[in-house]
Each structure stands twice: as C-alpha cells, then as structure tokens.
C-alpha cells in the first residue's frame, strides 16, 4: 500500500489500539470530527479513528515498537511504519485565572491550535433541529472543556503554544448561537486578542451570517481565512442528517461563499464535505467543480462515527469511495490551481482529517 491508501484506509476503517498511553492525547466528542488521534504516516500526521466502536472492530492494529514507534499492522501482516506526535508543553498548564490550557484548545495534527470558542449550539439540545453527526456538547459534559472561551484565555493559551511547541496556525469554530451573526461577532473578539498577544494565521469557522458584511469585520479583527461548511449537499441528505441547519439553503451558503472570496481572497474560504452521509459520488464531485469555480476550497472528509451521537453505529465510507472521490477531487483542485499549502490556516491547510492534500 501506498501513503495515500494507508491514510484512507486507516480514516475509512479506524484504527484497534491496544493502549492509548502513546503520543499525544486523542480527542473524544466535541465539534467537528473527532474521536480521533494524531498519527504520523511517512512524514504527514494525520487524524485517526480510534475511539469509537467501528474502530474497535477494525482490521488494522499496531506493534509497538522504541520511542514513540510502531509498525501499522493489517490482519497481522506489517504494511507501514507509524510514529506519534508528542503530547504538547503547553497542555501542563493552566490559565490564570486556573483552568487547564487543554481545555481552552487543542492540538491538531501536529501544529495547529484548535478550539471551539462556545461549546454550545442553538440546534444541539432538540432532535429536530440538531446535526445528526455532531457532538459538540459532548465533551462539556464530560468535563474534557469549558462552554465558553474567553478572548484573554485565548491569547494566553496562544501564546504559550506557539513558543513551547512551535503551532503554526489557529482554528477557531463556534457552536451556533441564536443570533442572526452566527456567532461571527465573538470570534472575530477572539482572533483580536489573539492577535495581539502573538502573530499567528487564523481561521475562523461559523455558519453564513445574515449580513455578509461580518467578513470585513473578521478579516479586520485578524482572521486570515474563513470556513463555511456545508457538511452535505444534496437537500434530502441535508433534510434527514442535519435538519436545522437545512434551512438554510445550499445556494445561500454560495452567496456567501463568493461575498467572503471577495474578502479573503481566492482559496482563503473552505467548507468542509463530510462524505458517507447520503451524498453520492456524483454529487460531491460536482459540488467540489463548482466550489472551486467560485474560489472556495472542498474539505473532503470521511465521515466519522462518533459516540454518543445518532449516528454513531451509521458506517463510514468505503475506503474504495474516497480514494476514487480523492482522485477526482484532486484533479479538480489541481486544474483549478487552489491548493491546501496556500491557504493560510484552517482545517484545509493541517489536512489531518483527510487524505485530499496527498491528492492535490
């Protein structure tokens, strides 16, 4: 197998851990994908299942080998060797105001700073608005994070994190708030403060705001790039998995795409595409053409089941779908001339929830 099956096959099928007392934490709930951990494949450290019950079954396991080291095992027949990034500096520390930084942010892959600024969404409480995939309240729940950041928290975490561990970008999502910004006028608090304590790319995530004049007030407060996920496509599939946010329009979310491209700059807007939710092949390869037309990066993941959430025994894509998805995503991207390594902070630019970047 080659690194671009490895990575698919490992985020397609997960990955059976014997301990979990290697490398750096794993994520469990939260937004986003998650029930992960960071693994290094051939040089690209990626995010894994592990956590969750498809992972358990999986036919893929690990030897163990000297510091930090072991050999990717498939049925017992070595295919590749995986190292694991370290557990960072900055997660032995606590906020002044005494809160543990890991519950502030997180690392991603191995150099990026993630954190959910409100661990609270609108939609999350009533199962008829609620994302079916999501888990964003999980992780409060378990005492694993705080419901809301503070900007001053933020920066203090920040900080720290680029000068003991050498983070090169900052992802910031938001739970939905009922208001009509969507949660753009907090996140834009947030990424100020940030950069005033340190000089770091940042993204921001949220949904459309009502007034797309909010870009220009991100883009002031320091957001680099921005993110506005889709998540599915076709408007059946987006009706039955994530029934509130369904509401909002497939050709609204285009609107804003091209008002925020107009800010950011091309290739500096993604959206995330989680496939494995209904979206057929077709789909999700047409949508991705007419992304990339308007400037806008496809983030194309594997759906990941999560505990906890309705979805969770909901099987993730074949290996076989997204290695042909990646391939002619990859094209697209390519013909387009947007490329991950451009983009200057996001869940795109780490890649670690996906193998696309391999494909570009």
Known sequence: MNQQQVITALQSNGLRLVTDQVGASGRKGGAGPSDHKAITVDGTTVMVPVYNDSAAQSDYSL???KAGTAM??????????????????FYSLTTADGIPYKKIALLHGHDVLATTVQQTCMRYRDSSTACQFCAIEESLKADRTIARKTPAQLAEVAEAAVRLDGIKHVVMTTGTPNRSDRGAAYLAD??????????????AQCEPPDDFAWFETLKAAGVDSLGMHLEAVDPAVRSRIMPGK????VDYYFE?????????????????LLAGLGDSLETLVDSCASLIRVGVYPFVVPFVPIGGTPL?????????FMYELY???GALLKAGKLSSKDIKAGCAKCGACSALSTFE
Do not use: M
């Open 63 to 65: 030897r163990y080998g």
């Open 246 to 249: 369904a509401d909002v329009p």
């Open 327 to 329: 391939q002619q995503v």
């Open 312 to 320: 969770a025994q909901h099987p993730a894509p074949s290996s076989e």
């Open 72 to 89: 990717l095992e498939q049925g017992g027949e070595a295919i590749a060797p995986i190292a694991f990034p370290a557990e960072p500096k």
């Open 256 to 272: 804003a795409f091209e008002a925020a491209v107009e800010v950011f700059g091309r290739g500096q807007v993604s959206t995330y």
């Open 190 to 203: 947030c990424a100020a403060a940030i950069k005033a304590a340190v000089d770091i790319p940042i993204q």
